[in-house]
């Protein structure tokens, strides 16, 4: 089974709750009570030291006597907070002088400093005389380079571990309020990211099942990075839709202008056979046949374009002159120019433009330009043809005074199979496929294209090239011009 982000969250959130109050309970009493049984230890060490020493001056060179002390040590009790009493170093080893009376003249025969170890402190019970747990600090009192006394100071088993509860007891205190901020944290997660996340999940789990018109008809999340994600998932929908969109109109279109020649093909030339047309006018129809033809080796070619320039295709690219390509490609439009009498009038900014771009792509962009300028144009007219740079760019513009582009139509143009009404008379073989295919190469090369046009007047096709670097054509008059205009 698939486990959720959230339920791994949670189940981790629980998991560190238990592992941390188990880690208190074990690792954390365990050092605190170290380090207070230390800190006490060394406290009471300093006041027991400071008892042997007053004892020491009591007995050697005040004379006082042993159970006289025992007073002083009732004063010292209170100060240091613990039980006092001094031990002799005699066989039976005898509480001499103690501030409580059921360890006041017990002996202790076993009492050996090797009890402590190399400490100054213990927890234990000294020989079964105190509750077991008591923190044990001595002092050995030395007269004569030998230990004459002990003083010996304890506090009950309970007091560490009242200090050591009151500190975990904080700790735990801090924990909780820690648990309740991530407890928090862990609700804001829920309703500002896990919940919009799932309705997010279950617009694309729609999309994926082509479902591209869903919409949640749950609020999607708003203000906050889950927005930008939803509505980089809505605009993802929209493009899919009008991808498949694209698609079937794409179809449609192929098939319709595969179609309709193909039909009048086979109508002439059946109609050729059963003789409903009579010899005399085959020259005629053979015509219009060779002419939906060729209409369909167009639409064929301009297919394959389209598939070779298309999206990630890389490109060739090379420095050349874009002057001699422009000559080169105008030389194939010399029967169609003269059958319109059409003049074109080429202006080169300067002799040579190296561009760096697809030579052959580009080739095809001015082909398809130029014939479309032809094809709009009136007959005996003027096509301007300039090529010129600015800055790092060299601009291609191909200006026509045919029969324009309506307002309405301009935008449309770049798309594909898309042909003007306006344009149907004066263009019986176009495909609407030229413009896309130029488009997407200029496109392809991170370039622009642009269109003036005004219907009745004429148009203007202007594109950028990145200028080759080996290019030293430089512009200043022309680049003067541009920048007044
Ligand atoms: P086609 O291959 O049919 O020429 P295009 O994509 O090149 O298709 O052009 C699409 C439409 O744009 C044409 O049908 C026409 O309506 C319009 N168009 C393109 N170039 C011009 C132009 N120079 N003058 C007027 N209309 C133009």
Redesign the pocket.
């Given at each position: 089974m698939k486990r959720s982000i959230y339920i791994e969250f949670l189940i981790g959130y629980i998991i560190f709750a238990i592992v941390s109050v188990v880690m208190i309970q074990t690792l954390g009493v365990y050092l605190v009570n170290k380090r207070i049984t230390k800190n006490e230890a060394h406290y009471l060490y300093t006041g027991v030291s400071a008892v042997a020493s007053d004892f020491y001056h009591y007995i050697y060179n005040q004379r006082g006597n042993e159970e006289g002390f025992s007073e002083y040590l009732e004063s010292a009790k209170a100060y240091l907070n613990c039980e006092l009493f001094v031990i002799n170093s005699s066989e039976d080893k005898t509480v001499v002088a103690s501030t409580s009376t059921t360890t006041f003249l017990m002996s202790i025969p076993d009492f050996d400093q090797e009890y402590f170890g190399n400490q100054y402190y213990k927890v234990g019970n000294l020989y079964g005389t105190l509750d077991d747990g008591s923190l044990i600090v001595y002092y050995p009192v030395v007269h004569n380079y030998n230990v004459a006394y002990y003083c010996i100071g304890y506090t009950d088993a309970g007091y560490v571990k009242s200090i050591v509860a009151s500190v975990i007891s904080y700790i735990y205190l801090i924990c909780g309020v820690l648990y309740g901020i991530s407890f928090i944290i862990l609700l804001i997660f829920h309703f500002r990211i896990y919940i919009p996340l799932k309705r997010v999940t279950a617009v694309t789990k729609e999309y994926a099942k082509g479902n591209y018109e869903y919409v949640s008809d749950r609020k999607l999340p708003k203000g906050n990075e889950m927005e930008t994600l939803s509505t980089s998932v809505r605009f993802m929908g929209e493009k899919f839709k009008s991808m498949e969109d694209d698609e079937k109109k794409f179809i449609a279109n192929v098939s319709h202008d595969f179609r309709s020649p193909l039909t009048s093909i086979h109508g002439y030339i059946e109609a050729m056979r059963d003789g409903t047309i009579p010899p005399e006018n085959y020259d005629k129809y053979f015509g219009i046949v060779i002419t939906e033809a060729d209409r369909l080796k167009k639409l064929t070619e301009n297919l394959l374009v389209l598939n070779t320039s298309g999206g990630n295709k890389k490109l060739d690219l090379r420095e050349f002159d874009l002057n001699e390509v422009l000559r080169n490609t105008l030389l194939s439009f010399e029967v169609q120019c003269e059958k319109k009498n059409i003049l074109l009038d080429v202006i080169y900014g300067q002799k040579t433009y190296v561009v760096c771009a697809d030579k052959l792509k580009i080739q095809q962009v001015l082909y398809?330009l130029v014939d479309?300028?032809i094809?709009?144009s009136h007959n005996d007219s003027t096509i301007t043809i300039k090529t010129y740079s600015k800055g790092e760019k060299i601009f291609t513009s191909i200006k026509?005074t045919?029969?324009?582009?309506s307002k309405e139509?301009i935008n449309k143009?770049w798309n594909r199979f898309?042909?003007?009404d306006?344009?149907r008379g004066k263009?019986k073989t176009?495909?609407?496929?030229?413009?896309?295919i130029v488009k997407e190469i200029i496109t392809n090369h991170g370039e622009n294209i642009n269109c003036i046009?005004t219907e009745g007047v004429g148009?203007e096709?202007i594109f950028s090239l990145a200028r080759g670097k080996t290019d030293d054509s430089h512009d200043p008059i022309v680049e003067a011009m541009i920048s007044e205009n």
């Open positions: 398809n479309n300028a094809k709009f026509d045919g029969i324009g582009i139509s143009i898309y042909k003007s306006t344009s263009d176009g495909t609407g496929l030229g413009l896309s046009s148009s096709f």
